[in-house]
């Protein structure tokens, strides 16, 4: 990968330096949740939510990579400057990702490393709800409980908002897809979006009155 480095801070482009520490502050957490349980607690939900947050580190770091963006080289004359709007557009970062070919698309369409991209995120988003589901059934702590609906929120959450920006725009990145485009695409992709959104809400506000419901519980 041009440009590539192992230890570059700051560098790569605003997408890949974010997911990159998300990634790696995940990784700490899972770090951290398996020495608590081997050194401590020694608690079946505390390993499934470091195995967890594992494979979430391993998801964000895959979608970094995806993102990447090598530095420029100095240009030898002067060229126009794109303006700030330009700059942050969505339409730039398809045109980076239409730029690597050989890796993101074939010439019938995309290669199978995006259904491996998706198979990634479907892993994380089911062993997410596995932790969540798997707590109340073998642990009476209520951090741990807390802890383990954490971690299925974060899963979704992520999984979820990867699958649809990077993964949505790596499909269609010569259509002028969008992250956010609300309206547009067609009425099935309106409709399907407006129930999977819904749907999403709904879990996580689930999520979120479960966790306080274990805050205020005496």
Known sequence: ????????????????????????????????????????????????????????????????????????????????????????SDRVFNAAIQSNTALMHSGEGVTDLWWVFLAVNFVVAAVGSWVGWRAPHHTESRVLRMLATTVTLWAMAFSTALTHAIGGQWRHVS??????????GGAKFVALQTMGWSLFTVCEAAGLVSVALLVRRP
């Open 1 to 88: 990968m041009q440009g590539w480095a192992f230890f570059q801070v700051g560098k790569g482009g605003k997408r890949f330096v974010a997911l990159q520490t998300v990634s790696w502050t995940t990784y700490g957490v899972s770090l951290a949740l398996s020495l608590a349980n081997n050194l401590v607690m020694k608690d079946v939900t505390l390993e499934v939510s470091a195995l967890a947050f594992g494979v979430m580190s391993y998801g964000l770091t895959m979608a970094s990579l995806l993102v990447y963006q090598p530095a420029q080289a100095e240009p030898k004359q002067q060229v126009a400057v794109p303006s700030v709007s330009e700059l942050r």
């Open 175 to 184: 259509t002028g897809y969008m992250a956010i485009m609300p309206g547009r």
